[in-house]
């Protein structure tokens, strides 16, 4: 394994355990509460609530890790390995957990927040790995 293909996968194995953390942050902020019923949340939550806030994280990185995970397993599985594939997957990586941070950390409602800033980054760099995938596909 060379370096490159070393540091895409460390970059994915990051993600998988951020997504680890969102859960156990999301899954046991909720059931402290009194009356807290699995697999719910109250209604009349909002983003003052942390327990919303770490719901809504968890949710958002799930929308956001089906397109993910999907365009690194395929470059996985055809092998594709590039420098810029792999810093891509870092600023992804990267650009989720500080997505993540500031949702835990800011209550807002304000639209776009700046939260909002790192989910563009992250969504970007997924479109630049999938047209890097196209590129090699035609190649």
Not at 46 to 61: D, G, L, M, V, Y
Not at 77 to 88: K, L, T
Not at 93 to 98: H, K, P, S, T, Y
Request: proline share 3%; charged share 10%; hydrophobic share 55%.
């Amino acid at each position: 394994m060379n370096d490159v293909s070393l540091s895409a996968y460390l970059g994915f194995y990051f993600y998988l355990i951020m997504l680890v953390v969102q859960w156990g942050v999301a899954t046991f902020s909720k059931a402290k509460e009194p009356g807290a019923v699995p697999g719910k949340i109250s209604d009349d939550l909002s983003h003052e609530s942390f327990i919303f806030r770490a719901h809504r994280t968890f949710q958002n990185t799930l929308e956001n890790s089906a397109l993910f995970i999907g365009t690194v397993l395929f470059a996985f599985v055809i092998n594709y390995q590039s420098a810029i594939f792999a810093m891509c997957v870092w600023v992804y990586v990267v650009a989720r957990l500080i997505h993540m941070i500031l949702y835990y950390v800011i209550a807002t409602e304000k639209n776009p927040s700046p939260r909002t800033y790192f989910f563009l980054i992250s969504f970007i760099a997924n479109i630049v790995m999938l047209v890097l995938i196209g590129f090699r596909l035609v190649a």
